[in-house]
């Protein structure tokens, strides 16, 4: 099956330093991925949408300039928290898709902790 | 637009119960949905999807879903709980066109001995 990597699973950083997570798909090609953010015992918030070549699409709320996301190739994102601070704390969950395909298929998260 | 509504942030059974978890859907094109699992700290496992085609969808684990257009409802079923599926299902829709996926507030499912 589908299988999405995330890496990496944890990360803790010093307040004002940026983070990059990568989101891999292993064995299709992702022409769209989705980034996601999950505060606890809470739903997941889509962050931003990024296809494969383009520029992220980011939902309202979320600032593009903090939270950088780049698709450079068909099997590669990666989500940049740039100058961290502790409200930015939280679980990041990658999705991927392929084309043509409605189902997404979803990493297993990154712990971002910032002190 | 879509939208998913979850009844119960929480759910209770004793093991080898009848497992029920309720979704109902909101959506203005015919709705694509998806039952997801999660257990602590790992991300989203698909259990099942319904995509227009048959509308009783068996997935993994044992777990079924039935489409009701009518009830406008997509309810979660396992005919008897085990420990292993405690853990947080999420029932999300998406839309034609490649929408994106909304997903509801999520049930936790807690099985005891």
């Known amino acids: 099956g589908a299988v999405v990597s995330q890496h990496p699973s944890r990360v803790i950083c010093k307040s004002g330093t940026s983070v990059k997570i990568e989101c891999r798909s292993l064995?299709?090609?992702?022409?769209?991925m989705f980034w996601y953010r999950q505060f606890p015992k809470k739903s997941l918030m889509l962050m931003a949408t990024?296809?494969?070549?383009?520029?992220?699409?980011?939902e309202q709320g979320v600032e593009k300039d903090k939270f950088l996301i780049n698709h450079a190739s068909l099997t590669l994102s990666t989500l940049t928290v740039t100058s961290a601070h502790p409200e930015d704390s939280s679980f990041y969950i990658c999705s991927a898709r392929g084309q043509g395909a409605r189902e997404q298929f979803f990493g297993p998260g990154t712990r971002l902790t910032v002190l | 637009a879509q939208s998913v509504t979850q009844l119960g942030s929480h759910v209770s059974v004793s093991e080898g119960a009848l497992v029920l978890l309720r979704c109902n859907y909101s959506s203005s094109v015919p709705p694509y949905l998806f039952w997801y699992v999660q257990y602590p700290n790992q991300g989203l496992q698909l259990l099942l999807k319904?995509?227009?085609?048959?509308?009783l969808v068996k997935g993994i684990n044992g777990f079924e879903a039935e489409f009701k257009k009518s009830e406008t409802s997509f309810h979660l079923t396992k005919p008897s709980a085990h420990m292993s599926d405690a853990a947080e299902y999420f029932c999300?829709?998406?839309?034609?066109?490649?929408?994106?996926?909304?997903f509801g507030t999520g049930t936790r499912l807690l099985v005891s001995p």
């Open positions: 319904y995509t227009s085609a048959a509308t």
């Open positions: 064995d299709f090609q992702a022409t769209t």
């Open positions: 990024s296809n494969e070549g383009s520029k992220a699409t980011y």
């Open positions: 999300a829709v998406t839309g034609g066109g490649f929408q994106k996926l909304v």
